[in-house]
């Protein structure tokens, strides 16, 4: 749910030959995007089917502290550490896990949110990861730190990024490692 993803495995005897071989999006570079950089949205928004929107890049790390006041998908808190691709590319319910690609017809991100007029999708390499962990381990194994983070981008602390640690829990492993509240991570 944090990341909208699923893996779909297809049995390749049941497909007829006329249909093979399949044609198959290839992830990207999103770090390669600049503001302004044309990119189209495909889904199927409202259950219209194969639906592709035009926009642009309008925000390279796009984040919603706090979660937006408690933005959940699934039950799981979104928008609090993910910087998404901002885009004005439109997006409804049914964009949702639908690629968001460049000119050249690579996915850069996967659509996650409609916030307005703007949209904001997975950066290619998370979903990438996460594609990865879910044919492998058949789910996403995330670890637990502990900490409350808040995002940072990287406009602040001279031009770093990170992550501001807004508070930690007391026992966790976050603590036993001597974080505190105030601290910046800027690697892992």
């Known amino acids: 749910p944090q990341t909208d993803l699923c893996i779909i495995q297809l049995n390749m ?3 007829p030959d006329s249909m093979k071989p399949l ?12 503001i302004g950089d044309t990119v189209l949205a495909m889904g199927s928004p409202a259950g219209v089917s194969q639906s592709v929107t035009l926009g642009v890049v309008a925000n390279l790390e796009m984040i919603m502290p706090g979660g937006g006041g408690g933005l959940r998908q699934d039950g799981e808190r979104v928008g609090d550490l993910v910087r998404w691709i901002g885009h004005d590319a439109v997006i409804y319910f049914g ?5 968001l690609v460049n000119l050249n017809g690579e996915i850069i991100g996967v659509n996650e949110i409609g916030l307005g007029s703007l ?4 950066p290619a390499d998370i979903a990438a990861y996460v594609t990865d962990e879910l044919i492998k381990n058949k789910r996403v194994r995330r670890s637990w730190t502990g900490i409350v983070p808040q995002p940072l981008l990287r406009s602040q602390h001279g031009g770093v990024g990170g992550i501001l640690v807004g508070s930690v829990v007391e026992g966790s492993p976050g603590e036993k490692a001597g974080l505190q509240a105030g601290d910046i991570i800027t690697s892992f």
Do not use: R, Y
Not at 23 to 34: H, I, Q, R
Not at 119 to 122: D, F, N, S, V, Y
């Open 13 to 15: 005897d049941q497909v």
């Open 23 to 34: 044609p198959v999006a290839k992830f990207g570079d999103f770090t390669t995007l600049e």
């Open 95 to 99: 964009n949702s896990g639908g690629p």
């Open 119 to 122: 949209g904001g999708a997975i």
